[in-house]
């Protein structure tokens, strides 16, 4: 197994990788809206907080090589439902035919109070 690193997104805050590379399969944590350069989560309400999300996880692949068209299966994760429209459209901005599986589900809470994380998982 390889880890993949960078600090063009955010650090972990727990003992975890921001992703491994295990036989050509990329696992990528879990990503929250926090941008890398102040730590904070991204301005302006759900939709910047899943570009962040998205943005992290973009940059991560990049690490390892590969872009969002390398990734196979995306599981979204939300504090609120109702805003699975809004990211929708957002996922949108990152993702192109054919699309990757993903599976997305209602939370009691995420990390620090977000309102989305995303993990994918990627192949080369």
């Known amino acids: 197994m390889n880890v993949i690193s960078t600090t063009a997104a955010p650090a972990a805050i727990g003992p975890y990788s921001q992703a491994i590379e295990a036989n050509g399969t990329v696992y990528v944590s879990g990503q929250l809206p926090i941008d890398p350069a102040t730590g904070e989560f991204a ?44 990211v929708n459209e957002v996922y949108a901005e990152f993702f192109s035919a054919p699309f990757p599986a993903r599976s997305a589900f209602q939370v009691a809470a995420l990390p620090k109070g977000a309102g989305v994380e995303i993990e994918a998982i990627a192949v080369k």
């Open 43 to 86: 301005p302006g309400g759900i939709q910047a907080q899943a570009r962040q999300s998205l943005t992290n996880m973009k940059n991560i692949l990049a690490e390892a090589g590969l872009t969002m068209q390398n990734v196979a299966k995306v599981t979204v994760l939300l504090a609120d439902i109702a805003d699975f429209a809004a």
